[in-house]
């Protein structure tokens, strides 16, 4: 496919191909799309699939060698958390023997979801923002509740932002806090999975009656919210409601929690690639427990999960969305 790179860019930034864009050179190898997986259960849902042992390419940096297909959609397993997603991103980018400046990276694989009815176990979120659950201040309240404050623009960052302009502090690249996933790219994933048809299982479907949810799994826009502790309770999700609601000036809503997407994006925006980044995510839990239950016996005995449909449904709907990124033409 020819005209692949060029139409896809053009669609995603309009006439004007990104500066950072270079010849590319027959030493390198350039692959259409990577897929970003974190631990085994996500790379494996992939790795078996005998269309990605057309080329296998060892990166230093990377936990084991990037696997390819023939159409030059890749796949790596990057770690868990943000500073191994980051790391990763950062061992693509420099490596020598590739060329990754028309990539586009997608990290697909399982995440926790809000209690929300509308919003059942085996869902995907296809995420319109990834933000920052760390940053800031998290701390018990006089009143014994958890409770948390932004990083304030009124304090060490007085002397670079104006008083009033705290919003512009809160979403810059530098600090890492929030990031807006490329609108382009975002409609043209959502328009790939319209009549995309998810799995369900017994499981979920047990556990979404447990929760009061929905039992119908289906594709959802949202923001992910990327922290590295395993967090669970209301207090914590109010929190969560709010952080992305003050991140995004109220332009979208809590909806997942994982632990590599803000590394994935922060690193691909300093090399100038951050409008390359989707976010795709399976819902294998919700970060409550279920009515009746407490924290600390949900913590004791282990979280309810629909992982396996999960993942399933997140490698469902990435494919769908490569397949539609692959026949794109000028």
Known sequence: MKSYLLGLLVLI???MIPTFVFAS???TYAPKVVVLTAFPPEWEAW???????????????????MICSKDKVCVIETGEGELNAALSIASLVKDPQLNVMKTIFIRSGIAGGVDLASSPLGSVYINDWVVSWAFGHHYLSNQKTLAWMPPGCANYAKNYYHPTDCKKYMQNGFENLAYQINQKLLSLAESATRKVRLKNDQTAIDLDDKFHLQKSPKVLVGATITGDDFW???????IAEKIVSLYTNNTSSYTNTAMEDLGDIAALTRFGLGGHYLSIRGISDIDVPPPGETQEEILKKGDLYAGRLAEQNAVIVTQAVI???LSVKD
């Open 13 to 15: 930034y309009g006439t």
């Open 232 to 238: 669970i309770g209301k207090q914590n999700q109010a």
């Open 323 to 325: 397949h539609k990124f």
């Open 47 to 65: 790795s078996f699939k005998r269309v990605y042992r057309y080329k296998s390419i060892p990166v230093q940096g990377l936990l084991h060698s």
């Open 25 to 27: 050179s027959e030493i």
